[in-house]
């Protein structure tokens, strides 16, 4: 699609086309049972990430007391995080822990070790949960919208795009050359939803693919990425459009589409016919 402008006023329109919908990985925040029985943690072993809460119940007829001070045989903690030494009982059948800091936890009973005891693997969850990213084309402009259920150190998501002829054999997609086109501020932290919306605008016929780069406070980052390509076309059949904005002042854009390439000559004319300006007159590919 090719796009002059003109001083004169002539009717606008737009052409709605394709939406493509995202699929993609969410970050968790749970409660994590484990049961004390009979000399034994059910689950032994267990992965979570950070905010997570770690409850402990008394199922069995023997009474435990779950330690993880990082000094008792067979406890370590990750540098930072709180100590625990709690009895689990008929009186005292639950507790429950949050874990604030990532690393792995070594805990075990007091009571029974080292035979009883369980270990917790903590990972920094996601920054972000998307609820949706999609793709727009108006045109040879793609609209990206993308929404989160909630936000963590946001600082800012990067908008990220490569044309598919720039990829090359089989390299690692973080690998590709991907390059910025706009920055979007995001809103640090946040409980509630928010809604992003970026407009790449004036591409040429081809074939992207858009990835999100999500960053924080302290600069970690995650990419987010569209898993379809987004087509701008060639045009079947040449077309001339009616100008937007309208009315203007003082500039209007008059879109033209050629389905091959060609020399093109566009010359304007006031309402008596005479010739005021060529505009273009030059050899446009499709």
Same mark, same amino acid.
């Given at each position: 699609?090719?796009?002059?402008?003109?001083?004169?006023?002539?009717?606008?329109?737009?052409?709605?086309?394709?939406?493509?919908?995202?699929?993609?990985?969410?970050?968790?925040?749970?409660?994590?049972?484990?049961?004390?029985?009979?000399?034994?943690?059910?689950?032994?072993?267990?992965?979570?990430?950070?905010?997570?809460?770690?409850?402990?119940?008394?199922?069995?007829?023997?009474?435990?007391?779950?330690?993880?001070?990082?000094?008792?045989?067979?406890?370590?903690?990750?540098?930072?995080?709180?100590?625990?030494?709690?009895?689990?009982?008929?009186?005292?059948?639950?507790?429950?822990?949050?874990?604030?800091?990532?690393?792995?936890?070594?805990?075990?009973?007091?009571?029974?070790?080292?035979?009883?005891?369980?270990?917790?693997?903590?990972?920094?969850?996601?920054?972000?949960?998307?609820?949706?990213?999609?793709?727009?084309?108006?045109?040879?402009? +793609?609209?990206?919208?993308? &929404?989160?259920?909630?936000? %963590?150190? =946001?600082?800012?998501?990067?908008?990220?795009? @490569? !044309?598919?002829?720039?990829?090359?054999?089989?390299?690692?997609?973080?690998?590709?050359?991907?390059?910025?086109?706009?920055?979007?501020?995001?809103?640090?932290?946040?409980?509630?939803?928010?809604?992003?919306?970026?407009?790449?605008?004036?591409?040429?016929?081809?074939?992207?693919?858009?990835?999100?780069?999500?960053?924080?406070?302290?600069?970690?980052?995650?990419?987010?990425?569209?898993?379809?390509?987004?087509?701008?076309? +060639?045009?079947?059949?040449? &077309?001339?459009?009616?100008? %937007?904005? =309208?009315?203007?002042?003082?500039?209007?854009? @008059? !879109?033209?589409?050629?389905?091959?390439?060609?020399?093109?000559?566009?010359?304007?004319?006031?309402?008596?016919?005479?010739?005021?300006?060529?505009?273009?007159?030059?050899?446009?590919?499709?």
């Amino acid at each position: 699609m090719k796009s002059l402008n003109s001083n004169y006023r002539i009717r606008d329109y737009i052409i709605l086309t394709v939406g493509i919908l995202l699929s993609f990985s969410n970050a968790h925040s749970t409660v994590i049972n484990i049961t004390a029985q009979d000399f034994l943690f059910t689950p032994t072993n267990v992965n979570a990430f950070t905010g997570d809460t770690i409850k402990w119940t008394w199922i069995g007829s023997r009474d435990h007391t779950t330690t993880c001070d990082g000094i008792f045989s067979g406890t370590s903690l990750p540098s930072g995080a709180d100590t625990w030494d709690a009895a689990l009982n008929s009186g005292n059948p639950a507790f429950q822990y949050v874990l604030r800091i990532a690393g792995t936890y070594n805990y075990a009973c007091r009571f029974h070790a080292p035979g009883m005891s369980g270990t917790i693997v903590a990972e920094t969850p996601l920054p972000v949960e998307l609820t949706e990213f999609v793709a727009t084309t108006i045109k040879n402009e +793609v609209i990206l919208d993308w &929404s989160t259920i909630f936000e %963590y150190n =946001n600082d800012k998501f990067e908008i990220q795009r @490569i !044309n598919v002829n720039d990829i090359k054999g089989n390299d690692n997609i973080n690998d590709y050359p991907f390059f910025t086109i706009g920055v979007l501020r995001g809103y640090g932290n946040s409980d509630q939803g928010h809604h992003y919306s970026f407009t790449d605008r004036n591409l040429k016929s081809g074939k992207y693919l858009y990835r999100l780069k999500q960053v924080d406070f302290n600069s970690n980052f995650i990419y987010l990425l569209l898993n379809e390509y987004v087509v701008i076309g +060639v045009p079947s059949k040449f &077309s001339i459009s009616q100008n %937007y904005p =309208n009315p203007f002042n003082p500039t209007t854009k @008059i !879109n033209y589409e050629l389905p091959n390439d060609g020399f093109v000559k566009v010359t304007l004319f006031d309402n008596s016919g005479k010739e005021i300006s060529t505009l273009i007159n030059a050899y446009q590919t499709s």
